[in-house]
T-cell receptor
Framework: GENVEQHPSTLSVQEGDSAVIKCTYS??????FPWYKQELGKRPQLIID?????GEKKDQRIAVTLNKTAKHFSLHITETQPEDSAVYFC??????????FGAGTTVTVRA | NAGVMQNPRHLVRRRGQEARLRCSPM?????VYWYRQLPEEGLKFMVY????????ESGMPKERFSAEFPKEGPSILRIQQVVRGDSAAYFC???????????????FGQGTRLTVV
């Protein structure tokens, strides 16, 4: 089955700096890669997603890049703010309906 | 549109009791997915159901766990004879077609946090 690995597990950045989270996947058939933000005690919420026919997608301060050949994708958050502090999960879609998640990255933005 | 509704939000059970978790999908959605999140881990797929059918239960533990999605009413995830290791957050998601919809923030419900004491 699909195996998604995510790094780093924790990330501390100064407010205003950028944060980058990287994920790799194993199943070359995966074609949809969402990123979720989860605040303590709450549900994961989709923040950005990318399909396999696109190399990069941007939404304000958030961007995702995908390298299909290398089977890795990354989340970039620029100009970080304290409200960006949360756990971020990458995922890859398998078998048309199943999401395989990374283990998560705890991001802390220092004021 | 109220989104995916799960209840209860918090559930405490003693070891050996049964836990019943409910998930009402968004209106018009006939595909339901259950995921489990152990403390400080990512979500793990458990089961995928359509109305009255289990499509994929490859992520369900072989014993004590069962799921259903009847013609009428919510989807139910049932855990019999709970053990401490069942303590986790259980998230339900729904969609009108097979698979997660892109750009859909409210894919997951708020979750049920099960604590086994």
């Amino acid at each position: 089955g699909e195996n998604v690995e995510q790094h780093p597990s924790t990330l501390s950045v100064q407010e205003g700096d950028s944060a980058v989270i990287k994920c790799t996947y194993s199943d070359s058939a995966s074609n949809y890669f969402p990123w979720y933000k989860q605040e303590l005690g709450k549900r994961p919420q989709l923040i950005i997603d990318i399909r396999s026919n696109v190399g990069e997608k941007k939404d304000q301060r958030i961007a995702v890049t995908l390298n299909k050949t290398a089977k890795h994708f990354s989340l970039h958050i620029t100009e970080t703010q304290p409200e960006d502090s949360a756990v971020y999960f990458c995922a890859a879609k398998v078998d048309d309906y199943k999401l395989s998640f990374g283990a998560g990255t705890t991001v802390t933005v220092r004021a | 549109n109220a989104g995916v509704m799960q209840n209860p939000r918090h559930l405490v059970r003693r070891r050996g009791q049964e836990a019943r978790l409910r998930c009402s999908p968004m209106k018009g959605h006939s595909h339901v997915y259950w995921y489990r999140q152990l403390p400080e881990e990512g979500l793990k797929f458990m089961v995928y159901l359509q109305k009255e059918n289990i499509i994929d239960e490859s992520g369900m533990p072989k014993e004590r766990f069962s799921a259903e999605f009847p013609k009428e009413g919510p989807s139910i995830l049932r855990i019999q004879q709970v053990v401490r290791g069942d303590s986790a957050a259980y998230f339900c998601a729904s969609s009108p077609i097979r698979g997660p919809l892109p750009n859909t923030e409210a894919f997951f419900g708020q979750g049920t946090r099960l604590t086994v004491v």
